[in-house]
């Protein structure tokens, strides 16, 4: 045997161990997942939201709204915060030294007007520069700061924020009326237990909405966009569920999650200086709270809806999932020493080695198998039937766990309500394999070079925007018209 | 290995088809369900809105199928109504098939038939469900206690104090939905908490006395005061919260000592406490406190200046000692 055979040897039974453990990891996900949601979809009958609104045990909750550059839609965005369905919220907005006029359209639109403001210190950030309040929605604050990244501006959000539990939420992402009420419903039950919680984050693309609110559900004309509804359905319905109940959560969407404020400050915040600070921020939370020796949980709930905008063409998709891919790695490196611990739990033993072998190194791995197959193929090393028949199980287990998704998603929320809608769906289920996945298994492993690299920054997303922009001129335009 | 693959591959197959085939069939049901569902709320709204403004409605005039949707559409209603308004809900149910059907499925084998069964029980409103729901505290999943729990408080039943506090304590029932219950019983929980406040967990202690707060008055307030001695930082932050809402004689004193607590926090929830209370006594030590003390307190201690005397604030903020609590709770008391 050469050792281009011995290596295609190794390789090839690497890949198929790789296959059988991540099948088996899928199928158990998926399982989870029915169980799960079939017992939230029966609660659902009995979960008094009304009740819990008007409870005197339900806790004020800061939102925390970092913004950069964001006067498209900034203004509809508060305005869906400040319209949520919750008994004591206050709206934390953060400039973080936006370049446009993100600041003059949060003033004019709320009334804003500058105080001295009393901030903690506790979590250093980038110095604040002035803070205001609105005189027509008393809970509605800005900070106003200088430029220091995502990271930054959360942290100085939760300095400012009045209440013990802050929401961090992206500036492009619409919150459901009652999401708040239901992402508070296990801090309510367990108030000791519960450290954080995230809710589940669906693509709007597509979607109308009309003063930040989301008034029809619909497919985006694009396919780039539909494979990514596929995509946040099996990585909420089916992944994130399944290491719930493992109590080994560790992504808590930067789009929505709910965090006792105390716990947080106690870590130190959000990191600066990688782009993964939400999930960097859990992997801490799981290690602080360990060490801390009292039973905690770190909750995934997966009826409290944000919508977010997803990328709707291939570059944009290519620096979001080269930015996922580095701030994955990222978060991975910080806490290598839970990998394998056996005091870090479950989320040392399972979560942890889980995103390091099939989501960092999986797209290497899924992107070597092609010039393998190519390379045992010309030295006549390929067995041409086993590859075949190992490509049809592997392509019908990818359609099984996105068909099991759209199922789970039918039975627990069904929001798109067309057949048609549904119809496109299933094709996109059945046709992902042909291109989409081999396209994003490229853009994770240009991620994975950027890290090796240590490229640092956030890059550019294009957005087209949920809504058209509020119709608030800046001072200077209205002063020459 | 190839047969195995080949064998697994027609297996997949086969599942993807099943889920093919149970989507397409899944979204045929629930759409016509759905629809019917609608139409039967339509149909039976009326009725609901007559019967709720006091007019006689027979249970035979309807089929079957629409008194299990009036059953839902009532309950619904029912959790925003209080007296005769309520009243006339649990007369409708009296009796009829709904309750029997409810009472029954408490014995359901599935947890959630039993847990819906139960929380529909409350909306109800009869108080001869209370036995059952009363039994429905012991059962085996967490979720059936907690909506036997909720519907005991709906359902006002005195007896249920008890039985809900020491599901409280055993952890049973969920903190949030035994002291929601425990609020919705009132007054009548009133003994349990006192006896519940001098447990040996300082989180039940707590727990009791934050619910004498909103459940108790002023001849509660003894006890309130003697927790804020109490060992335990968290029951002295609750009983100072706790006095804000029921007051008495003694609150005021014992609240201004607090403001020297060795507990940040239970001096930050004693000056919010001055601060609902309104006398201008503590003002000197809540300035003192506004000026110097951690972030907390100090925030807390401005806003209860603000709210006993925005003059006195106003004056304070405008030393060159201030602090920013002092100039921040000026700056939104102007407002």
């Given at each position: 045997?050469?050792?281009?055979q ?30 799960t949601l ?7 009958a ?17 939102i ?28 934390v907005?953060?400039?973080d ?15 804003l007007v ?18 205001f ?8 604050r ?28 992206d ?13 508070i ?15 589940i984050v669906r ?19 694009g396919?780039?966009?539909?494979f ?11 992944g994130r569920?399944?290491?719930d ?12 999650g ?15 200086g ?13 290690g ?10 770190i ?15 291939v ?31 479950a989320f ?6 889980y ?57 627990a ?11 496109r769906?299933v094709v996109?289920?059945l046709?992902e ?5 081999q396209l994003?298994?490229?853009f994770?492993?240009?991620g ?13 997303m ?7 922009p ?12 | ?17 099943v889920?093919?085939?149970?989507l397409?069939?899944?979204?045929i ?5 759905g ?5 039967a ?12 403004e ?5 249970r ?13 559409v ?7 109504l ?35 069964a ?5 909306d109800?409103?009869?108080?001869a469900?209370a ?15 907690g909506?036997?729990?909720?519907s005991?408080?709906?359902l ?11 599901a ?6 969920p ?6 219950a ?10 349990q ?12 202690r707590?727990?009791?006395v ?7 008055d002023?001849a ?8 804020l001695g109490d ?15 029921i007051?008495g004689p ?25 601060g609902?209370?309104g ?7 809540l300035?003192?406190?506004a000026?110097?003390?951690r972030?907390r ?26 602090g ?12």
């Open positions: 045997m050469s050792i281009v011995a290596l295609l040897w190794v390789f090839s039974w690497l890949a198929f161990a790789y296959f059988i453990v991540y099948g088996v990891c899928q199928i158990t996900f998926t399982i989870i997942a029915w169980r079939n017992r939230y979809r029966h609660a659902a009995f979960t008094p939201l009304d009740e819990v609104y008007a409870s005197p045990f339900t806790p004020p909750v800061s925390v709204l970092p913004a950069y550059n964001e006067e498209a839609g900034v203004v509809a965005s508060v305005h869906s915060l400040l319209d949520l369905r919750y008994p004591r919220h206050e709206v907005v953060v400039n030294g936006s370049t446009d006029g993100t600041i003059h359209r949060l003033r004019e639109a709320f009334d500058p105080v001295r403001a009393a901030l903690r210190t506790r979590i250093p950030t980038a110095p604040v520069r002035g803070a309040v609105s005189r027509t929605h008393p809970n509605l800005l900070l106003d700061k200088e430029n220091g990244g995502k990271a930054d501006a959360l942290n100085a959000g939760i300095n400012a924020s009045a209440h013990a539990y802050v929401c961090a939420i500036a492009d992402a619409v919150l459901e009326q009652d999401s708040l009420l239901r992402i419903l296990p801090f309510v039950d367990d108030p000791d237990l519960v450290a954080a919680a995230g809710g693509v709007a693309n597509g979607a109308v909405i009309e003063s930040g609110r989301l008034v029809d559900f619909r497919l985006p004309a396919r780039i966009a539909r990514q509804i596929l995509e946040y359905y099996r990585a909420f319905l089916i569920l399944g290491f109940s493992a109590n080994a959560v560790l992504i808590i969407s930067g789009a929505f709910l965090f006792k404020r105390e716990i947080v400050e106690a870590v130190g915040g959000y990191a600066l990688t782009v993964g600070e939400d999930a960097e921020l859990v992997a801490r939370l799981q602080h709270l360990r060490e801390q020796g009292e039973p905690f949980r909750r995934f709930i997966p009826n409290p809806v944000c919508w977010t905008e997803a990328p709707a063409d570059r944009t998709l290519s620096r979001q999932r080269r930015r996922w891919q580095r701030g994955l790695g990222e978060t991975l490196w910080r806490h290598r020493r839970q990998i394998c611990n056996p005091r870090a739990g040392g033993l399972f979560t942890l080695p995103f390091l072998v099939f989501e960092l190194l999986g797209a290497v791995i899924e992107a070597l198998g092609i010039p393998v197959v190519l390379i045992a193929w010309a030295i006549g090393a390929l067995s041409v039937s086993f590859f075949l028949w190992f490509l049809a199980v592997s392509v019908l287990l990818a359609v099984i766990v996105s068909l099991s998704a759209l199922l789970l998603e039918e039975y929320d069904r929001r798109y309500e067309r057949g048609r809608d549904m119809a769906l996109c289920a046709t394999n042909l291109g989409y996945t994003t298994a490229y994770r492993c240009c994975f070079v950027d890290l090796l690299r240590g490229r640092h920054d956030w890059g550019v294009t957005r087209q925007g949920l809504e058209p509020a119709e608030v001129p800046l001072p200077q335009r209205r002063a020459r018209a | 290995m190839t047969p195995a693959l080949a064998l697994t591959a027609l297996v997949f197959l086969a599942v993807a088809l889920l093919l085939v149970t397409a069939i899944r979204r049901v629930l759409a016509r369900r629809r019917r569902y609608a139409e709320v339509r149909r039976v709204r009326p009725l609901a809105i007559r019967l709720l006091g007019e006689p409605l027979a035979a005039e309807l089929p079957p199928g629409d008194q299990t949707v009036l059953a839902d009532l309950g619904r209603y029912a959790r925003q209080t007296g005769s308004d309520e009243a006339r809900v649990a007369d409708y149910f009296r009796g009829s098939d709904a309750l029997a059907r409810s009472l029954r499925e408490l014995g359901a084998r599935r947890a959630w038939r039993r847990a819906s139960a929380y529909r029980l409350g109800m409103g009869c108080e469900a036995p059952a729901l009363l039994a429905a505290l012991d059962d085996g999943h967490r979720m059936v206690r909506a036997a729990a909720r005991l408080g709906r006002k039943h005195a007896d249920a104090a008890q039985p809900i506090v020491e409280l304590v055993s952890g049973r029932v903190n949030g939905v035994a002291g929601e425990l609020v919705e019983l009132g007054p009548v929980a009133v003994p908490l006192h006896a519940l406040a001098g447990h040996s967990s300082f989180r039940l707590a727990t009791a934050a619910l004498l707060g909103l459940v108790g002023s509660d307030s003894p006890l309130a005061v003697r927790c060992p335990s930082a968290e029951v002295r932050a609750a009983a100072a919260g706790a006095l804000a809402r007051g003694a609150a005021e004193p014992a609240l201004c000592a607090a403001l020297d607590d060795r507990i940040h926090f239970v001096r930050a929830e004693a000056a919010t406490a001055l609902a209370i006398s201008r006594a503590p003002l000197p030590r300035l003192e406190i000026r110097g003390d972030f307190p100090a925030r807390a201690a401005a806003q209860a200046v603000a709210r006993i005397s925005p003059v006195a604030l106003a004056a304070a903020a405008e030393a060159p000692d201030a920013p609590h002092l100039h921040e709770a000026a700056d939104l008391s102007a407002l």
